[in-house]
């Protein structure tokens, strides 16, 4: 039984070139995981202690996010060579316990198991090239791809490696068992890989799927799996996005030719961004064709707006995601970040600016969307016609249905920003004591963006578009987890582009526009003829000097009640504040016969209004008036004399906060206080100077300044 296994991981890594210029080697990312993850999946039952020195800041900080299997890291910096750290490691496997030394280098094929021996064993390369071989149990400094030194031991336990020997601490691990004379059964690795060098690395396909899928292609049949759980429930989704599509006249998908795996077409042709170098003409028609078969798309079906599901897709799940990774990405704690040159503003310090700006795009209904219409998953078949693939299958808490401006803003994704490269690892990241330059490759379809836009006129803006492109930049930062180097980079890139989102306007200029159409169509909803009644009835309420208007309300509405009251007050007239609440309690002895009062209520189906709206209507002489927003209440039916205000929004990122509904009622209030004072001839001098002697207002009424 082995539970121990020490990962060496330290060194520069310099072998690897550029790909070690911001993380450790064992980060590297190979076929889609980070190299020493590859070993955490094989041995997930394993305890790992993981020697690293070179930034091995960003190692630690990185399995502290990402890594979900028993791990101790201990770091040897100031010393060099594979023998380093190694003592600090062995101090964490107790005595007598068998375990593995393996470079981090390392990634074992499938078939490979732990051999069950009680000799110490060393792993011996059979497809690759190592500097040391071993042979007839003998060590030699000379190259071999058949009996290489691999860099896997496995050792019965301590004492079996140290033989009463120290350990160095640095050097090379193997040639200090060639002076020891350590001898060991050979276990042959064929089909284990060395990725110590970038050549070797190089020459790895650049894989178009993520760490949780699986494709494999039979012939003309393209199988895809999920291989963990966060794959198998989005090919549940895939599935029934599919499923869907295919019960509609929509044929700009695959044939499917089974669910159970799901089995599709070999798509004979190319993703769009390997159609980089074609004449203008030629992309505009392909741009023209992708947006109409979208718009087809769109076309069917429709729901209701989620406002929850709307929030989750660009706030909630963007946010969730930047969380996990704000300890681990460089200046992200920082207010502004300096990315090419701009001072960029960091959205962890202007998360309620962004939610009000996003929100404020929140479409009224939602359609059937694709979700991740990039060009990664866009193909032209025979180099003609447009196939959708890999659909997202769903938005916020949505099937199906979400956002339509989802779609546009994943192919500008595209179109503008280069995801696709990026997602090649077509890009280069310099992460600097200062700054950061970011530079990614180009699809070549840049100068479309105007194409873009004149396509879809009237459907999205470019300030729209801008924010929402830099919310799926930085979205992607944890979606992108394979790989250190991408998950800074789509941070950075989110950055950069929220700022030029921010340059583009006022955040809150679409917040104020937007608010000020629906307060002024909410006013323009109401009744002429109620609105007068309201108002006359309050005026002969006030004409014999004996009676008053009463203003009640609850929560939110209790200083508007207040408000009102105050500025009848300040005219001579007669009002008074009835708290709904306290009412019941005594606090109804202000209302007399002849008294109007008006129930302020948004809903008007709170029970304390409505218990009080019963109570007056027993009072002989008592004018009742409902102020409310909804026509089919139960106040709405009690209350005879109502004025009614439709309103489509409160404002708020969840259209639930009472906003909008508390300015209508200070509006509508005011409103009527004014009329009065017009009504009953009051006058500056005479009515209202004389009340409100003091502060500015007083000042300005006696010295006219």
Known sequence: MLNYIIVQAG?????????????????????????????????????????????????????????????TVVVSKGHKGTCAGLSKALEHVPEKERFMLIWCDLVLSEEYEIPESDADIIGISKDFSCRWKYENGEFAEERSDKQGVAGLFVFRDKDSLLQGAKLPEEGEFVRWLQFQHHTFEESPLSGTKEYGLYSEWSKLPRLRCRPFNRLDVKGDKVYKYGIDKQGKDLAV??????????????????????????????????????????????????????????????????????????????????????????????????????INGRRCRNIFYHREEVERLTMQYCPKEFRVIHGDCTFSNTMLRHDTEPVLIDPRGYFGHTEILGDPAYDWVKLYYSLISNYDQFNLKRFTLEINETDIKLETASNNWENMENEFFHLLAGEVTRSQMKLLLA????????????????????????????????????????????????????????????????????????????????????????????????????????????????????DMGMVRPGDLVIILTKSGATEESIYLAELLKKREGVKLWLLSFNPESILSGMIEKKLLIHLEDEGDLWNIMPNNSTTLNLIVLQTVANELARKLNLSLEEDFRPNHPGGAIGAKMRYGK
């Open 11 to 71: 060194g520069r890594g310099s072998r690897l070139e550029i790909l070690t210029r911001n993380k450790p080697k064992a980060l590297v990312p190979v076929n889609n995981l980070p190299m020493i993850f590859h070993l955490f999946r094989k041995f997930p039952d394993k305890k790992f202690i993981i020697i690293g020195d070179y930034q091995h800041e960003v190692l630690e900080k990185y399995l502290k996010a990402f890594a979900d299997v028993d791990y």
């Open 237 to 338: 989704r895939e599935i029934n996005w599919y499923r869907t599509i295919q019960g509609t006249p929509f044929k700009n998908i695959p044939h499917i030719f089974s669910y159970d795996p799901l089995c599709m077409e070999w798509i004979d042709g190319k993703n769009i961004y390997e159609y980089s170098f074609i004449p203008d003409e030629q992309k505009k028609d392909i741009l023209q064709q992708i947006i109409g078969c979208l718009k087809e798309v769109h076309r069917l079906g429709t729901m209701p707006a989620d406002r929850d599901s709307f929030y989750n897709a660009y706030i909630g799940k963007t946010f969730d995601r930047l969380k996990k990774v704000r300890e681990l990405v460089p200046f992200a704690n920082d207010e502004y970040v300096t």
């Open 471 to 586: 919310l799926t930049w930085l979205s992607l930062t944890t979606y992108a987890w394979e790989d250190y180097d991408s998950i800074c980079g789509a941070f950075y890139q989110g950055l950069y582009y929220l700022e030029e989102a921010f340059e583009m306007e006022s955040a809150y200029e679409p917040y104020f526009e937007k608010n000020i159409r629906t307060i002024d169509s909410a006013l323009h909803s109401i009744s002429r003829i109620q609105m007068e009644g309201l108002i006359e009835d309050c005026a002969e309420t006030l004409r014999d000097g004996r009676h008053k208007i009463i203003a009640t309300g609850l929560g939110k509405n209790v200083p508007i009640c207040e408000k009102f009251v105050g500025t009848m007050l300040s005219l001579g007239l007669n009002a008074g504040f009835l708290n709904t609440n306290s009412a019941i309690h005594g």
